[in-house]
C-alpha cells in the first residue's frame, strides 16, 4: 500500500541516508540503501500520480550514474596499469623509473581526459534525467521545491568540471530531502486515489 505520507517518510529518510556516503566504513552501504528508498518513493509518487515517465526517468539517472562508476573504476585501473610501467610500489611507497621522462608523465596525465570526460557527459545526462523526473512531481503535487532541486542537480552536474558543482550537488540532496519531508496528504491534484496497492 502506498501512499503520500509513507512516500514522504522513505523519500525523506533515503534522502538523507545518501549524504552519509562519506561516513567511514558503512558509508557506502547507508548510500546505496537510501538511493533504493529513494527510487521507491518516487515509484510510490509515480504511481500515485499515474505517470510512468516519473520514475523511469529516475531509473535511467541511476543507470547512468552506475556506468559512471564503471568508467571511474576503469580509469583507476588504467592508472595503477600506468604506473606501473613508469615506476613500482614498494614498501615506502612508489618509486619512478629510472628512464621516465616529463613527456612521460603528460602522457599519463593526458590519458586520464577521456575517462574524465566520459564520467562529466554521464553525469550531466544522468542529471538530466533527475531534472525531468523531478519537473514531473513538481507539476503532479505542485511542489516548486522538486523542480528547484532538479535543476540544482543538472547545475551541479554541470559545474562538478570546475569542483564547485559538487557542493551544488550535496545542496540539491539536502533539498531533495526537505521536498520529501514537506509532502502533505494534501499536496497537488492526484489523478487516482490517495493510496495504491
Known amino acids: 500500500m502506498t501512499t503520500l505520507s509513507t512516500t514522504k517518510a522513505i523519500g ?35 504511481d500515485l500520480l499515474q505517470d510512468k515517465s516519473i520514475f523511469n526517468n529516475m531509473l535511467y539517472s541511476v543507470i547512468c550514474e552506475i556506468v559512471a562508476i564503471v568508467v571511474l573504476g576503469v580509469s583507476v585501473i588504467f592508472a595503477i596499469y600506468r604506473l606501473l610501467g613508469l615506476g613500482t610500489f614498494t614498501g615506502s611507497g612508489y618509486i619512478p623509473g629510472p628512464n621516465v621522462t616529463a613527456g612521460d608523465w603528460i602522457a599519463f596525465a593526458l590519458g586520464w581526459i577521456p575517462f574524465l570526460l566520459a564520467i562529466w557527459v554521464l553525469l550531466i545526462i544522468s542529471a538530466v534525467f533527475i531534472r525531468i523526473s523531478l519537473s514531473k512531481i513538481d507539476s503532479g503535487l505542485s511542489m516548486r521545491l522538486f523542480g528547484t532541486t532538479g535543476l540544482m542537480f543538472l547545475i551541479g552536474a554541470v559545474t562538478t568540471i570546475i569542483a564547485i558543482g559538487f557542493l551544488l550537488i550535496l545542496v540539491a540532496e539536502i533539498m531533495l530531502a526537505i521536498a520529501f519531508f514537506s509532502i502533505t496528504e494534501t499536496s497537488g491534484k492526484l489523478k487516482g486515489p490517495m493510496t495504491t496497492t
Open 12 to 46: 525523506g529518510i533515503g534522502a538523507i541516508m545518501v549524504l552519509l556516503v562519506p561516513v567511514p566504513t558503512i558509508g557506502w552501504i547507508l548510500g546505496i540503501a537510501g538511493l533504493i528508498m529513494v527510487l521507491i518513493a518516487i515509484k510510490g509518487i509515480s
